[in-house]
């Protein structure tokens, strides 16, 4: 149950931006200290996404009072530090209901409101969408209309922020990107564009300099377009004297201004005034620090960057209490495995977009630093990384989350599949994942992996079947190898069992039943488990098959099934469409089995928004009271000696 909590004594008095104009510039800092303190007094008591937001109130609260929005764009890469934007746009009073089932969303959200100019979660979208909106601005006749990307220094390094830039920097239009540098995304940043930063940042001379040039460019452009040309000569002329190296953004034809301090909220008040009346495409560089004004959140941000609930005084985040051990958590069991793995074959290398702490590779990067990279976010870059060191013998663990590997797909097919190359994509958070809602939802990739010659497609049911397929993946001449697994913890209290090697397309019996077989692939077959439990009390007996493979199927298995049971119900966290239920229809089709009852669970073909995965497995129809109701529907109850027999 999510909790309402009471705004301070000016926050309370903003409900949109036109309320915040009203205020003096004097009263800035207060309202910017109130907003800070009701993120903490909420996500502590209902959790969400927390270092992020607190780096950048002033930030929002500076451009909230100088932007006229909705009609001015503001557009936040990724969303998890939107929370401010979101308070101060109409939603302070329901915030309380971020990330629950029916609730606000934690991201920005078209559908939400008019000052959520575009729906975002995946990182590094917003200079490609800004600039799309100044060139449709520029086509319109709205030549008044400010259109503003705030990126982070992580995002930037993705390939899409650079494809964007090269792109705006041809084009005349009115975009103002802010490149919110905290040195962080979930864990700190890696790769030279960091180094480039920090090498910006420490420029003395450049520095001195920096303040003044905003407000002369403003004032000139002004006054008429060749006061301004003017300026603009001098100032290159003097920005290349004092910076020894040239300015990667202004190489790229924006108008470079910072760094600057991204906490002073009348300095960047000042700044944005006149960077609006600056015209073509403008960088300012804005140092923030994640997790501001929450002292352990500065200390530790990656721990703090989404923490759950936790005590706001002290600092101690809750944790539920339980009178016996608990299964750990799938990603936990990955990055234990393959160490172990790791420690019997020299060959094993580790790779992760910019999510280690995220997948638990940061257990190996710690243990073996010279056999795991973090790439940073770049899941292209990624996926033919490990190509390449598949090619000189290696044997890769590109682990990514299953939303972000849609990021990759050419390189899937082009660059690993094509050649045949044994890198082994584990997919973390494959399913449905929860609050992150439907932009973090690995929905498709049983359907998109599945169509791809070469590669083998597995789910683990539980811990112990994970640490099985990561094992049979790395042995000799695998080929192209996904073990997807969900978001959350497992079933197994005792997990760290010998690894042992599965047949490839290999299923199994879970239970023997009569007249109506259940078919699941991956974890979501422990609500079938509860679902058989609970019917055998009633009288029903249905047999249960985990698949373990959607590519190849076991053809064995399912003659099996189609040759004894007349009704059939498969059961997957995926998609419905091009799915495991689907995989199930053509090898009827194919091998003649015309008279078997099929009813296929799964993800339906729409959006699913955020809420908690029980809740949501509910939603669509697969959690373990659904299918007690379609057995229900279809199968007639029989004796427990029936079965036996």
Not at 24 to 53: K, P, W
Not at 199 to 215: G, L
Not at 269 to 296: E, F, Q, S
Not at 310 to 315: E, L, M, P, S
Request: glycine letters at 8%.
């Amino acid at each position: 149950m999510s909790m309402q909590v009471p705004a301070g004594d000016l926050l309370k008095t903003i409900n949109y931006p036109s309320d915040l104009k009203r205020l003096n510039e004097t009263e800035l800092e207060q309202v910017c200290q109130e907003l800070r303190q009701y993120i903490i007094d909420v996500v502590s008591v209902n959790g969400g996404h927390f270092a992020a937001s607190l780096g950048v109130v002033e930030l929002t609260v500076a451009l909230q009072y100088v932007l006229n929005t909705p009609y001015d764009q503001l557009v936040w890469d990724v969303g998890h530090q939107a929370y401010g934007h979101k308070i101060l746009t109409g939603r302070r009073d329901e915030f309380h209901t971020n990330r629950v089932y029916k609730g606000l969303s934690g991201f920005p959200k078209r559908s939400e409101s008019e000052y959520d100019t575009f729906g975002v979660g995946h990182s590094s979208t917003s200079i490609s969408v800004a600039l799309g909106m100044a060139v449709a601005s520029h086509y319109k006749g709205e030549t008044d209309r400010q259109h503003v990307a705030v990126i982070g220094d992580g995002a930037m390094t993705a390939g899409m922020a650079f494809e964007a830039l090269n792109h705006a920097g041809i084009e005349n239009s009115n975009l103002l990107v802010i490149l919110n540098d905290n040195n962080m995304s979930i864990d700190p940043n890696v790769g030279a564009l960091k180094e480039y930063l920090t090498d910006i940042t420490t420029s003395k001379p450049y520095n001195r300099f920096r303040d003044d040039i905003a407000h002369v460019l403003a004032k000139l452009s002004a006054i008429g377009p060749d006061a301004f040309k003017i300026a603009q000569k001098i100032e290159k002329s003097i920005k290349g004297t004092l910076l020894k190296r040239s300015n990667f953004f202004e190489a790229l034809k924006f108008r470079y201004f910072g760094p600057i301090d991204g906490h002073d909220v009348n300095h960047l008040v000042k700044v944005l005034k006149d960077l609006r009346d600056i015209p073509g495409p403008k960088l300012l560089h804005c140092i923030t620090t994640k997790g501001k004004g929450y002292a352990l959140a500065e200390k530790d941000q990656t721990k703090w960057h989404a923490p759950g609930l936790f005590d706001k005084i002290t600092g101690e985040i809750k944790k539920t209490k339980y009178d016996k051990p608990q299964p750990p958590k799938y990603q936990d069991v990955f990055g234990h495995s393959i160490i172990e793995l790791a420690e019997q074959n020299p060959k094993i290398m580790g790779i992760t977009p910019a999510m280690p702490s995220g997948c638990s590779l940061n257990l190996m990067m710690k243990a073996m630093p010279t056999r795991a990279f973090d790439v940073g976010i770049a899941e292209q870059h990624a996926v033919t990384f490990s190509a390449g060191l598949a090619t000189q013998g290696l044997v890769p663990f590109c682990n990514i989350y299953s939303s972000f590997m849609q990021r990759a797909y050419d390189q899937v097919i082009h660059d690993v599949a094509i050649q045949n190359l044994n890198v082994i994509f584990c997919l973390d958070r494959a399913g449905l994942v929860g609050a992150d809602g439907p932009t973090h939802h690995g929905a498709y990739d049983l359907a998109f992996m599945r169509c791809i010659p070469n590669m083998t497609v597995s789910a683990p049911m539980n811990e112990e079947e994970l640490r099985n397929l990561m094992f049979t993946a790395q042995q000799e001449n695998m080929g192209p190898f996904v073990i997807r697994y969900p978001r959350g913890n497992g079933v197994m209290v005792d997990w760290r069992r010998p690894f042992k090697a599965i047949p490839v397309g290999k299923g199994r019996k879970v239970c023997d039943g009569e007249e109506v077989a259940i078919l699941s692939i991956g974890a979501i077959g422990n609500e079938v488990v509860k679902a058989t439990a609970e019917l055998n009390t009633e009288g029903y007996y249905p047999a249960h098959y985990d698949l373990r493979f959607v590519k190849p199927l076991d053809e064995a298995l399912l003659h099996e099934v189609f040759k004894k049971f007349s009704k059939v119900i498969t059961v997957e966290d995926g998609c419905l469409e091009g799915g495991m239920g689907s995989a199930i229809l053509e090898f009827m089709a194919d091998n003649g089995y015309q008279n078997t009852q099929v009813k296929r669970l799964g993800i339906p073909d729409k959006i699913v928004e955020h809420g908690e995965q029980p809740e949501l497995w509910a939603e669509c129809g697969y959690d373990a009271q659904h299918i007690i109701a379609q057995v229900r529907s279809l199968g007639a109850k029989h004796n427990a000696h029936t079965i036996a027999s």
